[in-house]
Each structure stands twice: as C-alpha cells, then as structure tokens.
C-alpha cells in the first residue's frame, strides 16, 4: 500500500499530502477528521451541531513519520494482555457471608450461637455453588450469572 498523499479530507475526500497544511476540528470527539480547508470544516459543523467549535490549522506529518506513529500503536494495544493472566487465577477468598446478620438470624430463628469459622465455611459453599451456577450459565452461552443457574 504505497499512499502518496497521508489523508483524504472529511468532506470533499480530496487527498491531503504530507507536510500539508489541514483543519482539524476542536471538538475532541471530533478530532479523527480531518479537513483540507476552512470551508470544509465549516460543512460539518451544522451536521455535528457543535455548540462552540474553530478550526485549527495543523501540519500533516511527513511520509516517514506518519509510518513511525504505526508502530508505537501496536505495543500499547498488546500490553494489557499478559498483565490480566496473572489475576484471573489468584480470585481472592473472602469471606462471603455477613456474620452480624446471620449470627442475628440463627439467634431469633433458633435461638442458637454461631461459631466463627461458620463464615468461612459457608464463604467456600457460596463460592462452590457459584462455581457450578457459573458453568450453567456457559452453557447456556450467557456472560451473566442468573438465579435460575443455581
Ligand atoms: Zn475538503
Ligand atoms: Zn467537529
């Protein structure tokens, strides 16, 4: 793909050569467009309906470092891949269970003391259970754990 000229302006697709003076709009989320003159930065303005908006003369890079800002991009994209492997195995074992309120319910329902480790004993069956309802919920092709998976 040997491009000689950088980009196409936004509204009239005229070619932008490198090193050429362009218009980028001063909206943030419009800043991937690009435009070759004032004029054609004005048309877009009524169709995005920009409360307050210039245009700002930039430079279009040069051939060589537009190829360069390609590079860089694919680095960052990969990056975030191999920091998530890690966390996905070491899930944290907390304890699941609100002790107040169950000590509470075990107090009035049958008037009995709950013991501590009573927690995290119900923390590994909540986690267990879950653990099942989530394969449920993969075979049903869902991303969203329901109550009907368990
Ligand atoms: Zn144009
Ligand atoms: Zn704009």
């Known amino acids: 793909m040997e491009n000689n000229y950088w980009r196409k302006c936004s509204t009239c697709k005229k070619e932008i050569n490198f090193n ?36 700002e003369e930039e430079r279009a890079p040069s051939k060589e470092q537009a190829a360069n800002e390609r590079e860089p991009r694919r680095i ?29 319910y075990i107090k009035e329902r049958h008037d009995m003391n709950t013991s501590a480790n009573v927690m995290d004993k119900l923390s590994d069956l909540v986690r267990e259970l879950s653990d099942q309802a989530v394969l449920r919920a993969r075979q049903d092709g869902r991303k969203t754990l329901m109550d009907r998976d368990f």
């Open 20 to 55: 050429a003076i362009y218009q980028k709009c001063s909206v943030s989320t419009c800043r991937k467009n690009v435009y070759c003159s004032v004029t054609c930065w004005d048309v877009h303005n009524p169709i995005m309906n920009h409360k307050s908006s210039w245009a």
């Open 76 to 104: 960052i994209v990969s990056a975030p891949k191999s920091s998530t492997q890690g966390s996905s195995n070491d899930f944290p074992l907390d304890t699941l269970i609100v002790a107040s309120k169950l000590k509470n």
